[in-house]
């Protein structure tokens, strides 16, 4: 019973991404219909701004998809059709911006926290080692103590 739960559950969560894009968007040639979909994969929805256009019902996203097939069939490649987006929307609207100095603190900003996390818990570790913390037993609780343990 579960397990047929489970699979209902994926089913339907795999299938979400195929509601964005309307039948009437989609091209009749499959070839140029995966060439839009895996470039519509790779364009962040500016309203949306943590999908991508083929993920997102936004009527810019819409926008973006008819705009994306539509320069695929006059014949733009790939990499024409996203420079095309990009001069009208700048670099934000690409889900995976590129590697370029202004987007170097942009790829570089994790490793140098990881680095400085790292640096800053070492640094806390070095200096608790050999610290005593606590206080020293009073004499009656040193007693106490040694009579618990000679039981």
């Given amino acids: 019973m579960i397990s047929r739960l489970l699979v209902i559950a994926f089913l339907m969560v795999s299938s979400w991404p195929a509601f964005a894009v309307n039948p009437d968007e989609v091209l009749s ?3 140029l219909e995966a060439r839009a979909r895996t470039l519509s994969a790779q364009l962040r929805c500016m ?10 019902n936004a009527e810019l996203a819409k926008d973006l998809r008819l705009l994306v097939r539509e320069r695929i069939t006059n014949g733009d490649s790939d990499d024409a ?14 889900l995976n911006p590129r590697f370029e100095t202004k987007t ?9 926290l ?15 080692t050999g610290k005593v913390t606590g206080t020293a037993l009073s004499a009656d609780e040193q007693a106490r103590l040694d009579a618990v343990l000679k039981d």
Wanted: hydrophobic share 55%; proline share 4%; charged share 15%.
């Fill in 104 to 112: 170097l603190i942009l790829w570089g900003a994790p490793v140098i």
């Fill in 114 to 128: 990881l680095l400085a996390g790292v640096a800053a818990m070492l640094l806390a570790a070095r200096r608790r």
């Fill in 29 to 31: 040639d499959p070839a």
């Fill in 81 to 94: 059709v996203i420079a095309y987006v990009v001069s009208r929307y700048g670099e934000f609207v690409l």
């Fill in 47 to 56: 309203v949306c701004q943590n999908q991508s256009i083929d993920d997102s």
